[in-house]
Nanobody, 114 residues
Framework: QVQLVESGGGLVQPGGSLRLSCSASDIIFRNYAMGWYRQAPGKQRELVAFISTSGVTNYSPSVKGRFAISRDDAKSTMYLQMNSLKSDDTAIYYC????????WGQGTQVTVSS
């Protein structure tokens, strides 16, 4: 079972930045694609950003140009740099590993508010 732990969430003003981290264990990290998802109150969980094993990335249109996903295979860690944050970005952010099984982290709260 993959262990995923997110960190870096918090309260930030509109226009601000945050950097989320997702640390993985019990897995050969470099072998699997990874993703960041988010779930806002009353809404379905949605894919925010995806990164393949070779570093190819894909983004939701709502965050493209503002967010950047990256990975450090030596540290078994994935990141999400979030810039120009908006109130609509408020959600619980989850990391996901595309390995066999249901591999979700516990989530980290991001609140964008003045």
């Amino acid at each position: 079972q993959v262990q995923l732990v997110e960190s870096g969430g918090g309260l930030v003003q509109p226009g601000g930045s945050l950097r989320l981290s997702c640390s993985a264990s019990d897995i050969i990290f470099r072998n699997y694609a990874m993703g960041w998802y988010r779930q806002a109150p009353g809404k379905q969980r949605e894919l925010v950003a995806f990164i393949s094993t070779s570093g190819v990335t894909n983004y939701s249109p709502s965050v493209k140009g503002r967010f950047a996903i990256s990975r450090d295979d030596a540290k078994s860690t994935m990141y999400l740099q979030m810039n120009s944050l908006k109130s609509d970005d408020t959600a619980i952010y989850y990391c996901y590993c595309y390995a066999p099984g249901n591999n979700w982290g516990q989530g980290t709260q991001v609140t964008v508010s003045s």
